[in-house]
């Protein structure tokens, strides 16, 4: 069925929402893997229904997301500062490589951003399920991860790029676009795992 260019905008404007949502939700840090959680497995639930789930589903998958999102949020926060200091360390010449470090960290870093973002699309996919076991799915699929770390890649070059204020619309986009990635390069016997 083809789309209406208002059904388009329709769901560009609620992607740009949950990215503000998202941010929000995700603003006291603890809470940022249960909003991670929950909005990923809203944009599952859009494209797999055509809808968007009720608030209520929303707050009953950030509840249950909570406390594992807090060890999954605090993993994430550690890779993304040492990532950080690495880069740091290299620009500022304390470590030898130069520029191709410097390249192959990046490099490294978005191909370990792309296998996270394939677990966030996990734990959207089945919310009860855990992190842990959202991981033990990422075997196999090495075409999707290297394609969401050029989703992570770009969302972190428009995100350096556009104004501050429109950051968290880059979320929800980000989320869609991870979600639709994997949906076309996974396995096919682990679509439905996903």
Do not use: I, K, Q
């Not at 973002?117 to 699929?141: E, F, I, K, N, Q």
Request: charged share 10%; proline share 5%.
């Amino acid at each position: 069925m083809r789309r209406d260019w208002r059904e388009t905008v329709r769901v560009a404007t609620d992607l740009a929402l949950l990215g503000f949502v998202v941010v929000l939700a995700a603003l006291p840090l603890v809470t940022a893997g249960a909003a991670v959680a929950a909005g990923s497995a809203a944009v599952h639930h859009h494209l797999e229904h055509d809808r968007w789930p009720t608030a209520r589903a929303c707050w009953s998958v950030f509840r249950r997301s909570f406390a594992p999102g807090l060890l999954a949020g605090l993993a994430a926060a550690s890779a993304a500062l040492l990532v950080v200091v690495d880069v740091l360390a290299v620009r500022a010449g304390a470590v030898p490589g130069g520029t191709p470090l410097l390249a192959l960290t990046l490099v490294l870093a978005a191909l370990g951003g792309g296998y996270g973002a394939l677990v966030v699309v996990a734990v959207g996919a089945d919310p009860a399920h855990s992190w842990r076991a959202a991981v033990a799915t990422l075997p196999g699929h090495s075409r999707a991860a290297a394609a969401t770390a050029g989703v992570v890649l770009l969302t972190a070059l428009l995100a350096v790029l556009v104004h501050p204020a429109l950051v968290p619309v880059l979320t929800g986009y980000a989320l869609f676009a991870v979600h639709v990635v994997a949906r076309r390069l996974s396995p096919a016997a682990s679509v439905n795992a996903m």
